[in-house]
């Protein structure tokens, strides 16, 4: 079965002397190569490093990928790419060349709707420490981050979050005027 992966993309960190928004479309084309047809990529998009200070500004994008596999197969192959271009996982919320989070794959609910609730319910201070073992899909959060919102309404604004019942319109129009703001256009074209 056919699935429509959105994928979101990001990084602060050079690269084999590559830019953030360059090692971003190298990501892309492997996507491509691994996963399948990526129908839609957004612009890339300049959002401050969280926790603010943490780092430089961050290259952040989205895609929309076709695909036979599994989620967990894509996760595995998200997780492949990121290491091929250089991301050492160090620690939560770090500077890193490459983050590829898988955000949805289509409407399904992995692993269900309570481990979810959970997962999207846990403070922050625990959101540092605390990692699943399991794929969490949706992503727990994508609804609460601007800089996710703000290049997925370029590549799916319809697609609706099987357990909010909300569009990623909706979702976008929800943040504050503020988070919104805090998204700006990167210099170069985004992703092909």
């Known amino acids: 079965m056919t699935l429509g992966y959105l994928v979101a993309l ?4 050079l690269f084999r002397q590559k830019s ?3 090692t971003m479309q190298s990501a892309v084309d492997s996507l491509r190569a691994a996963l399948g047809p990526v129908r839609a990529c957004s612009q890339t998009y300049r959002t401050p490093a969280f926790p603010l200070g943490s780092g430089p500004d961050f290259a952040n994008a989205a895609a929309l990928v076709e695909s ?10 998200l997780q492949e790419i990121e290491t091929a271009h250089g991301r050492r996982r160090t620690g939560r919320w770090g500077p890193r060349t490459l983050d590829l989070d898988l955000i949805a794959a289509g409407d399904l609910i992995r692993p269900d709707a309570v481990e979810w609730g959970r997962w999207r319910a846990l403070p922050p201070d625990r959101q540092l420490v605390e990692q699943p073992t399991n794929l969490i899909l949706p992503h727990p959060r994508l609804q609460d981050r601007a800089f996710v919102l703000v290049p997925l309404m370029e590549v ?11 569009t990623v319109r909706e979702m976008h129009d ?13 210099e170069d074209p985004g992703c092909q």
């Open 10 to 13: 990001g990084g602060n960190l």
């Open 156 to 166: 799916a604004p319809t697609w609706r979050h099987p357990l909010l019942n909300l």
């Open 20 to 22: 953030p928004p360059e």
């Open 68 to 77: 036979d596999l599994t989620p967990e197969a894509v996760l595995g192959t």
């Open 174 to 186: 929800n943040l504050t005027e503020e988070d919104r703001q805090s998204v700006i256009p990167w």
